[in-house]
């Protein structure tokens, strides 16, 4: 074998720079350049989410007004049982106002539907056809919001009295 003279020495060192070079670029910088990638993707995607939720968020102070009325009708103020409370008393305010004689009023169990709780109570009273009208009427009108699940009416059964049997169960949503 002969030997290496200077520029095939040259040409080897070159070839294993290069060698070097291209190690160090495969398993080094393409792995880096990969992950600046990645990361300048998640970045501009986080950017494109803030810019949505700015928007969104600026929305919600244009509208926010026009609903305040609403979240400060539908919102729970106090526990539930203050909250029963008030509920019973503005049906007895209702009934007061027409000369209503209420039986029997029974508050049922809170129920929970998704982000609301929902307050119901049944109650009894025998009225002519009018004064219901009129007691329905005070009860869905503003700031109430009554909902009427169930109602059930019947004739007395004296034949010459005007009176009715009725069963009401109403109910209203609050936000917690």
Excluded: H
């Excluded at 074998?1 to 080897?12: C, L, S, T």
């Excluded at 244009?62 to 008393?89: H, M």
Aim: charged residues 30%; contains cysteine.
């Amino acid at each position: 074998m002969r030997p290496i003279n200077q520029r095939e020495k040259y040409f080897a060192a070159i070839v294993a720079a290069l060698l070097l070079v291209w190690g160090a670029v495969c398993l080094i910088a393409q792995p880096l350049w990969r992950e600046k990638e990645e990361v300048s993707r998640s970045i501009r995607g986080q950017q494109k989410q803030m810019a949505e939720s700015r928007q969104t968020i600026a929305k919600e102070k244009k509208f926010l007004p026009r609903y305040q009325f609403y979240w400060n009708a539908f919102k729970q103020k106090g526990t539930d049982e203050e909250t029963i409370s008030v509920f019973v008393s503005e049906i007895e305010k209702a009934a007061n106002q027409i000369d209503l004689r209420i039986m029997e009023l029974k508050p049922q169990k809170k129920e929970t539907r998704g982000l609301v709780s929902v307050y119901s109570l049944n109650l009894s009273f025998e009225s002519d056809y009018l004064k219901l009208l009129k007691f329905l009427d005070l009860l869905q009108q503003n700031p109430n919001f009554f909902d009427i699940e169930d109602c059930s009416i019947t004739k007395k059964a004296n034949k010459s009295s005007p009176e009715l049997q009725i069963d009401i169960k109403l109910s209203r949503i609050f936000i917690p």
